[in-house]
DNA sequence: TATGAATGAGCCTTCATTCAT
DNA sequence: AATGAATGAAGGCTCATTCAT
């Protein structure tokens, strides 16, 4: 969570106080653009949320675009944080799996920010994103997790062979983002409420359900 | 396809005309909403890509709001027509699936003005749809397809017993979706062009494998 | 209250509709222009509450201007064909003072489009009314009327002397125009409802009480 | 006269600055209203008048409706900061009485912004003026100067008896409201320059007379 | 004759960004 | 270093007026 510290060198006072403020910033930027949309967020709402100068803001940040690709960054690396926590080594291939399908689900049910930054980043033809010099931030150990597990599964006979993991990755995030980003126009098209807790947790073993029912060898 | 013919009476030129002024500014109004969201768009735009006076755009459909509402059932309706010629009757449950799959995801990736704009929609929290008048526009045929599938399937016996439809629709949609949607950002993050024929079909086979899959009994 | 007949020829069927549609633009001006004063008022509003296409409204009056003049001749002819009804020379010059002056009062209060739209043109410096032809409906038969009274109660001694017949004319309007004109601005003030039974009846004898007070030799 | 002075701080250089230009927008939009009424003005000409960019004009005062709220409290404020000059105690009733008369006469005829903007603000019912939280500033000494000179003047037998304070203060302003506000229809009926020095000392004197020739006892 | 469609200018308002202190 | 003021360019929407049938 914490900013990466510079190896070994202390901050100053002052550039901690710098660094402090350009972090409200960006909470502020994901929290509005999240919101709103790159189109419809407002600079100067980002800088009330933010509790600072909107000139401070433009010093820090540059423009409402490098606003953007700070925020996409930050909502990519948060969820990589908390990717990194999973320990699914010491779990069976199918408890690993399980555990896996549900932390995606949950995280985007959780972090509704993410789907709204990704989605109006895929309008916008991901033209921010290949801009992006912290690359390193979107890189998410999921795929390599799900690697392992699929080895280790087909190895002990109970996954299926030959599935590729990054097909499988995309399906996994698929099943859960669809229902979490679209719940208001499904909600509209079945006249039911997605965000209930019923309706979810039906929803999580569904796709938990239909992952582990794919991989059946 | 056809608008709704009134009994009997041909249409005036003259209502003809607006009729054919109303459908060039929808058209209009969807290619610009999904090129950039309802908060990016102009409605100067719209009236230019409609070949149209301004004022008269106005005059037809009211606002911004109006617009971005009826490019919305729009796009539903389009989907709707194209769902209502599948006829899968006379296929077996597993072809008819693969049909139906299949169907869905080309049409996702056929039709990034849908996506778009549901994902816009939803970034508003799905507020007009729920006050569409029109609803039946978001009526689809495909629920009604996958019971009768997954029924007769069952009772062949080459499908798993208990599914849950609506699950399923969700989950046919989504692992096409995401990957339409989402083509951008996937891209920047595993360095691949998703839009290259190769990793189409791949994708589109995939989902077919998976769902098939977990739909083994 | 018929537009005045001319001398001898009988109307066409066809004059007489079209002296028709041009009676019912120029009350719906009158009530738009009253409403909203000029610059307000929507010259598509008069035309729908004239019943009336557009174009012809433009066909018969001209433009926004010639309206406004054309309701401005009305409201003036339409208080001067109530000024001719009354009947003063039966009676004794107070009584005769009295009934002038309460039915200029009670004409205003009942007449909130004659206020209105004096108010407008005075806005404009009385541009429009300076322009007009039909100054003959300007016209007021109140200061001949107001003569005759002076010089009968001055012969018969029951009014002052050397009262100028248009100071008093100004006077007499000018106690009850106020009153109705700025009803919602002194009810503001004042915080009581003017259009009260009870305050317009308070008001209407003690502009009686003052001009008969003055009067007084 | 002075600005409400903060308990003992002088203003800051930046306060003063701003509190010039916020006058500055409300000087001129008393002026652009005053001549086009509300719906006649426009926005742009007011901030052109006060020389200060428009957004900035929206930034201090919100949008027109306040524009015009702010303006009309203004004149408002202007008139009784005058009233409250008048220093009547000292003088008998009758002098107190003329002095009060012509005083409110030549205001009228010095300040057409406030016959202006009463006039439109009575158009729109006074709506803007019941939303006002200045009401303080619509209060007006004239009423007690108007009942304190009645009082001394019944006492001292100069005046009749039992006259409403309230009613004679609409008089005192109507008779030179009237002719000050409707110069211009009047001169187009009278044929006469109701601005000229002659016409406008004819009226003043008038009024006078009528005041206390109707005060007589 | 009579009608709805069309138009260009303009209005109120807002935005991302830069100045000046 | 930090702040509020300032700006020019638009954006949504409306208007009086004219065209075309």
């Given amino acids: 969570m914490m900013p990466e510290t510079r190896s070994a060198t202390a901050l100053t006072a002052q550039e901690s106080r710098q660094a402090a403020a350009r972090e409200r910033i960006i909470d502020a930027a994901v929290a509005e653009f ?17 509790g600072i100068n909107k000139r401070m803001l433009y010093a820090y940040l540059g423009n409402k675009k490098a606003l953007w690709l700070a925020a996409l960054e930050r909502v990519y690396a948060a969820k990589r944080e908390e990717e990194r926590r999973l320990d ?14 549900r932390f995606n689900f949950r995280y985007h049910m959780e972090h509704p920010e993410f789907l709204s930054m990704l989605n109006d980043e895929n309008l916008q033809h991901g033209l921010n994103l290949h801009g992006s010099k912290n690359v390193v931030a979107l890189y998410s150990p999921l795929l390599e997790l799900i690697s392992s597990l699929l080895e280790r599964g087909e190895a002990e006979g109970v996954f299926r062979r030959n599935v590729d993991p990054m097909q499988l990755y995309i399906s996994i995030i698929g099943l859960g983002y669809f229902y979490c980003s679209n719940r208001y126009t499904l909600a509209a098209i079945f006249n039911r409420d997605f965000e209930s807790i019923e309706e979810v947790l039906t929803r999580e073993q569904h796709i938990v359900d239909e992952i582990l029912g794919f991989l059946r060898p």
Avoid: N
């Fill in 34 to 50: 999240a919101a709103q949309g790159f189109a419809g967020a407002r600079v100067d709402a980002i800088a009330e949320r933010a």
């Fill in 88 to 101: 699914l080594q010491r779990l069976s291939p199918v408890e690993g799996m399980q555990i896996l399908v």
